[in-house]
């Protein structure tokens, strides 16, 4: 447990532009530079990982991928799947390979299903999935799965599979939404999605972020995060931070972003999406370029 905390980043995959096939080589020069500059952990196939765009079977590649290169990061895979004997499949091997934990969304085919239909799935997932002392981080994306995890799964998880359940992502982007995880329910580490909302969510207690922003500035959120827990104040680092964020989030695509500014941040060769997102044209690439290039200059400076 003591892993699960600090700042991890929501990795994405790399793809080759021709065969969409995935670049494990690229995966591990990124992970590499993650950890040089202070990332504690990764969390590979979510949302910004493109998981749903793979195969189970791809998927298991970018998970062993991720564990021989972590060295020390602590892993936590998107094991979320449409189809629960699939997040059953994903998420046994993820645990069994190492992981220290899988992030597990909730179904998010079918919409406007009850808290009862979310409890049943999760509940089914720890029976079928789960050792002792396993466990999973429940994820909160309404706005993208639109299946919300409500205070009842919660409760009911903690009731019937006590210990299962690790933590909490919550990826709402509301500050009330992250923090009242930890009011509610103590012994859980909640984890902020939001890159914008680091600080904040800190100093309030929560446990770290998996965010998009720490493919490109674990650095600077780990700054943030030090900051806060030493007392000091984290607004020079989180100003960087939400910089770098307003970028992606003014993109076309963020995933395509976050992949071509880490041609800049890393030197990194440039990889592309899944379709059916879309890769930026060269105007949007050399927008984003005149944007990160006076940033990186003061940092390089």
Request: glycine share 8%.
């Amino acid at each position: 447990m003591s892993r699960l905390a600090g700042v991890f980043a929501a990795n994405v995959t790399p793809f080759d532009s021709r065969s969409l096939a995935i670049d494990h080589g690229w995966m591990q020069r990124h992970l590499a530079w993650l950890r040089e500059r202070g990332c504690d952990g990764i969390v590979p196939l979510g949302t910004n990982g493109e998981g749903p765009a793979m195969s189970v079977a791809e998927r298991k590649t970018v998970i062993d991928t991720a564990l021989a290169a972590a060295d020390g990061l602590a892993v936590v895979p998107g094991t979320g799947c449409a189809s629960l004997p699939d997040t059953v499949e994903l998420t046994r091997y993820a645990l069994a390979a190492g992981a220290d934990a899988v992030l597990v969304i909730p179904p998010f085919f079918f919409k406007n299903v009850s808290d009862a239909g979310v409890l049943a799935y999760y509940q089914r997932l720890c029976d079928a999935a789960l050792q002792p002392g396993q466990q999973i981080l429940l994820y909160h994306f309404p706005k993208l799965s639109a299946v919300p995890i409500g205070d009842a799964v919660v409760a009911g998880l903690a009731e019937s599979h006590p210990g299962c359940v690790a933590g909490v992502k919550d990826s709402s982007g509301d500050f009330d939404s992250i923090v009242h995880w930890n009011k509610l329910f103590p012994d859980l580490r909640v984890f902020a999605g939001s890159d914008s909302l680091a600080g904040k969510t800190i100093a309030a207690g929560v446990a770290g972020v998996i965010t998009a922003g720490g493919n490109l500035v674990p650095d600077l959120l780990q700054s943030v995060r030090q900051a806060v827990l030493a007392g000091q104040d984290p607004t020079p680092f989180q100003e960087q931070v939400n910089l770098v964020r307003g970028w992606l989030e003014h993109s076309p695509s963020m995933h395509a972003a976050t992949k071509f500014l880490l041609t800049l941040f890393a030197d990194l060769p440039l990889t592309a999406v899944r379709p059916p997102l879309v890769n930026l044209n060269s105007a949007q690439r050399d927008h984003l370029a005149a944007l990160a290039a006076p940033f990186l200059a003061q940092r390089a400076a």
